[in-house]
């Protein structure tokens, strides 16, 4: 209470309506709403990580992605203003049902783990700094870049050795690039976090859906299947205890492995697809795959781009010249990317011993 008195000043219900919300940038953290349009410029993870949190809960990836700079950053959020509770949010619905993630989701965040872990970063780094790729990292993403690019190519003219390692290849690069990018840890420089993740296009995931159900709800609710959407990519969710059990007669396994080897088409086309066709996510109330506010259709659309060429391509090149390595060329980039996206990001979700 004594540190919310003396904030500079508190955001209006008359401000929210008179300028539609453009202005404002509201995230809220402990219960507590915030401003923070004046400060997004000089945020040192970026602007476009603040923007992508709009309108959000965003508790639980504020403590633990500021972690080594606890006392820091809380006393930079001290400082910003503070929008009246009585306002009306202007943002986009949250990933389920209700547009805010309830404040108490019975998950402690200040444990005795966390100060452990903290100590830990304390004394391996010296600084933010310290945390990005050094130097041999990036001759990785350099190599890595070179032998994408050299099976793209292969790709393209219907080399079918390069086609081949080209899901696997990709996913080094990407591996080294788009993950530390969208939590703004591979560079200092901002504008390399954002256009580097876009590495994980076109057959990995599309980053304008990756970012709400990666940081937003991944990091924050990891493997509640009410709050994590990670855990729905291909039905994962269906081993929690929580869920009603499957009908007896069907078959988890081919599930499993049917979803598993065309989960990057989800991610890349069906997904973003949902925004802008505003279509609900299949069993679900709404689409539960939305895009960050302040991300158009066009800009979605314009990123979807990459992947409808590789979807498309193929058919029109060969296949009426060589039916057989169309399919090749049109089905393995896919389902080879998305049985490594399978065996690498999602197979932990919702195990008893996580």
């Avoid at 493997?223 to 988890?252: G, I």
Wanted: glycine residues 6%; charged residues 15%; hydrophobic residues 40%.
């Amino acid at each position: 209470p004594g540190g919310t008195q003396t904030r500079r000043r508190t955001v209006t219900l008359e401000r929210l309506r008179g300028e539609g919300g453009q202005s404002v940038l509201p995230v809220r953290i402990d219960g507590v709403w915030y401003d923070l349009s004046d400060y997004r410029a000089a945020h040192p993870g970026g602007k476009w990580l603040l923007d992508y949190s709009y309108g959000k809960d965003v508790t639980a990836i504020f403590k633990s992605i500021h972690l080594f700079a606890k006392e820091e950053t809380q006393s930079k959020l001290d400082k910003l203003p503070i929008i009246d509770q009585d306002s009306p949010i202007l943002a986009k619905p949250n990933v389920f049902t209700a547009d805010l993630v309830p404040p108490t989701t019975g998950r402690e965040i200040d444990t005795p783990f966390q100060a452990d872990l903290r100590a830990m970063l304390t004394r391996r780094f010296t600084s933010r700094e310290d945390f990005k790729a050094p130097a041999d990292h990036w001759v990785r993403i350099g190599l890595a870049a070179a032998a994408t690019a050299y099976c793209w190519n292969g790709w393209l003219h219907g080399d079918v050795a390069a086609t081949a390692a080209l899901p696997l290849v990709h996913w080094i690069l990407a591996a080294h690039t788009c993950h530390e990018a969208t939590h703004s840890t591979l560079s200092t420089n901002e504008h390399v976090n954002y256009w580097l993740q876009f590495t994980a296009h076109p057959i990995m995931f599309n980053v304008y859906v990756w970012i709400p159900q990666h940081l937003i709800s991944h990091h924050q609710y990891t493997n509640d299947p009410n709050l994590d959407v990670d855990v729905h990519h291909f039905a994962p969710a269906l081993l929690s205890q929580e869920q009603p059990p499957l009908d007896p007669e069907s078959n988890r396994g081919w599930t499993f492995a049917w979803k598993g080897m065309l989960t990057t088409v989800g991610t890349c086309i069906l997904q973003p697809m949902r925004t802008l066709l505003d279509s609900k996510t299949p069993n679900f109330d709404e689409n539960i795959t939305p895009i960050p506010h302040g991300v158009t259709k066009a800009q979605l659309a314009l990123s979807m781009a990459p992947s409808f060429f590789v979807l498309l391509y193929p058919l029109f090149a060969f296949l009426p010249s060589d039916p057989a390595l169309a399919a090749f060329l049109e089905v393995w980039p896919w389902v080879g990317m998305s049985m490594i996206w399978t065996a690498m990001t999602q197979t932990s979700h919702i195990q008893q011993q996580c």
